[in-house]
């Protein structure tokens, strides 16, 4: 690590962008993001609290994703029992940046409000 990494420890991240669309705030605290399950195909909107879900990437978490805040969490939709497992990367807006969906695949605002067409 070099001196200016050490002082600025996010400085490299902060052009990590975030991409539009896939997530909604909702009053100060409350970002919902949307994933579909693999198995079933059920769409499910996620709710996490900013204030004490999101962590911040720093210490042993700071190089195992692009973001400057994270979250990881077990999402289990209503119509089956698939256990779906998300990392999901935030810059400091709470912008998604990137997301490991195990089991499942992350899906905009606008896919999740799409009624299922088959
Ligand atoms: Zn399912």
């Not at 896939?22 to 769409?43: N, S």
């Not at 969490?73 to 119509?79: D, E, P």
Request: hydrophobic share 30%.
């Amino acid at each position: 690590m070099g001196f200016l990494d050490r002082l600025f420890p996010n400085l490299g991240k902060s052009r990590a962008r975030g991409k539009s669309g896939y997530t909604r705030a909702e009053g100060p605290h409350g970002l919902w993001f949307y994933v579909q399950c693999d198995r079933c195909g059920e769409k499910i909107a996620v709710r996490l609290r900013t204030t004490s879900e999101v962590q911040k990437r720093e210490g042993p978490d700071a190089d195992l994703g692009p973001g400057q805040y994270f979250v990881r969490k077990t999402i289990v939709g209503s119509q089956c029992y698939q256990r779906i497992e998300a990392t999901v990367d935030f810059d400091s807006k709470y912008n998604l940046v990137d997301a490991d969906i195990k089991h499942g695949k992350l899906i905009t605002q606008k896919e999740y409000e799409q009624r299922d067409e088959y």
